[in-house]
């Protein structure tokens, strides 16, 4: 074998980038993927860059990873887990009266100061957050999300790689329903059924309209005969 033929075989060789998309355009090609990276394996491959980047594994960042309006955004509890993984000492803790979230960093390389970050419904309220679907309806979750989201992007924004905002934040109302459904949250007709009271015929007092019969519809044009209570 020749110096030559060696050389040709080395030109021939898939480079990393060229290994990274074979892999996504495969790994797109699966129907169990969320919505925004099926069949689309430059979604896929931006992915797992951004994945490269937190230091998680590509399926970690497919599922927990969401670009939005071209912004990536990932869940508060990523943040956690990444901050913690850094060697990072995160606390977080809830009180009923008054409903609030607090979340408290120590930084490994500075153990005597914390980072902390309080949320409560009052401060929600001032910054028009409470009229959401999911703030009324899961207060608790959505006040640990924003102190832990907030006080990570103080105290380590190295370690979120410049992804520092949670899809809440960016605005859940640029997604769409598969994408909504993706990531744990309400569909549009779901949130809109929680919302509307509707008085039945025959029915005192009014009674709430469930996400299954907006799902399923009113074909003869009449309401539908829900429990009340």
Not at 192 to 200: D, F, G, K, P, R
Request: proline share 7%.
């Amino acid at each position: 074998m020749t110096s030559t033929e060696i050389e040709i075989r080395k030109d021939h060789q898939p480079s990393l980038l060229e290994q990274k998309g074979q892999y996504a355009t495969w790994l797109a090609k699966a129907d169990l993927l969320p919505a925004a990276y099926r069949g689309k394996p430059a979604n896929v491959l931006l992915a797992i860059e951004y994945g490269e980047a937190l230091g998680v594994a590509p399926m970690t960042a497919i599922n927990m990873i969401h670009v939005i309006e071209g912004k990536p955004t990932i869940s508060a509890g990523l943040m956690a887990a990444l901050v913690r993984q850094a060697g990072h000492r995160l606390r977080i803790a809830v009180s009923a009266e008054p409903l609030a979230a607090t979340a408290e960093l120590y930084r490994c390389d500075d153990p005597e100061f914390a980072f902390t970050s309080t949320w409560t419904m009052e401060r929600a309220t001032a910054a028009g957050l409470t009229s959401k679907s999911n703030w009324k309806h899961y207060p608790a979750n959505m006040l640990k999300a924003r102190a832990i989201s907030e006080v990570c992007r103080d105290a380590c924004p190295e370690v979120l790689a410049g992804i520092a905002y949670t899809p809440d934040e960016i605005g859940e109302g640029f997604l769409t329903d598969v994408e909504r459904d993706d990531m744990g949250l309400m569909s549009r007709a779901e949130a809109t059924a929680h919302e509307v009271l509707t008085v039945l015929p025959g029915s005192k007092p009014a009674v709430r309209v469930t996400p299954q019969d907006v799902a399923e519809g009113d074909p003869e044009g009449q309401l539908f005969e829900v429990p009340g209570g």
